[in-house]
């Protein structure tokens, strides 16, 4: 099995500068999404040591031969160095003080088949598989918080709490607990990893929609940011999609298309 991967990334509607940051490395099948935040664009800073971070810990520390499991704690360790970077950089710096970016990553083991996912904020990774979409991670938010310990909790009680805050993101403490899961793969499997600009605007039902009407996945991505923007495009938008296929000859799947140089949007 490989992985085929798209991403592409947009302002919005609302927003005069882009904080989000993506990263493809299909060649170490790894894969990130990065959502900023801090006033005077420094979550555009953020967000960028965030994807360089990872890029560069999969760089230095090739998965080679390591099982799944090991895969899965580099992935954890590349986000926790990149919450050391970004707190150091935000605590020296007056300029960057209170800056922090949400991050959602994936990494591809092709020998167990299995792909790690690891996330902080309310980045998300879900899964199209059988025509279903199921989400994978869990926002790290004030309302989620709210419902994982208070199961019983009534909607007009939920309907006091602001929906845009977050509990858990990159930089914010010198510490940071990270979500990591491992999931098994299937030929076919369609994975997307977004920021809250797509999935805050666009409901489950529409994006599993287009996921499953479009099969090139850089015109997947331009409806789903396309759909953004219709609903009020609210904030900075960003869809990474992998699809896992045949490992055949590269780009045989009439519905491939080859990815962005390695790094894209650092």
């Avoid at 977004?194 to 994006?207: A, F, K, N, T, Y």
Wanted: glycine residues 8%; charged residues 25%; proline residues 5%.
């Amino acid at each position: 099995m490989r992985a085929i991967a798209a991403g592409a990334t947009d302002v919005g509607r609302e927003r005069d500068h882009n904080e989000d940051r993506f990263v493809l490395l299909p060649e170490f099948g790894v894969f990130a999404v990065a959502d900023g935040m801090g006033g005077h664009q420094c979550g555009e800073v953020a967000s960028r040591m965030a994807t360089t971070t990872i890029a560069g810990y999969f760089r230095a520390h090739p998965t080679g031969d390591r099982d799944g499991q090991a895969v899965a704690e580099l992935l954890r360790a590349a986000l926790i160095e990149a919450n050391e970077k970004i707190h150091r950089r935000a605590s020296q710096s007056r300029g960057h003080r209170g800056m922090g970016t949400t991050v959602v990553a994936a990494a591809l083991h092709r020998g167990e088949e299995k792909l790690c996912v690891a996330h902080a904020g309310d980045s998300r990774c879900s899964r199209l598989r059988d025509d279903q979409l199921v989400p994978l991670t869990r926002d790290h938010s004030l309302l989620q918080e709210a419902l994982r310990s208070r199961p019983d909790i009534s909607e007009s009680e939920l309907s006091y709490l602001p929906t845009n805050v977050i509990t858990r993101a990159l930089g914010v403490e010198p510490t940071i607990e990270i979500d990591v899961a491992v999931h098994d793969i299937r030929l076919g499997d369609l994975f997307l990893l977004c920021s809250d600009g797509l999935h805050g605007m666009v409901p489950d039902e529409r994006i599993a929609q287009i996921l499953r009407e479009t099969k090139v996945l850089t015109e997947i991505c331009s409806r789903l940011i396309a759909a953004a923007n219709t609903a009020g495009g609210g904030d900075n938008i960003t869809a990474v999609l992998v699809r896992i296929e045949q490992a055949d000859d590269p780009w045989a799947h009439p519905a491939s298309v080859p990815p962005p140089p390695s790094g894209t949007m650092l």
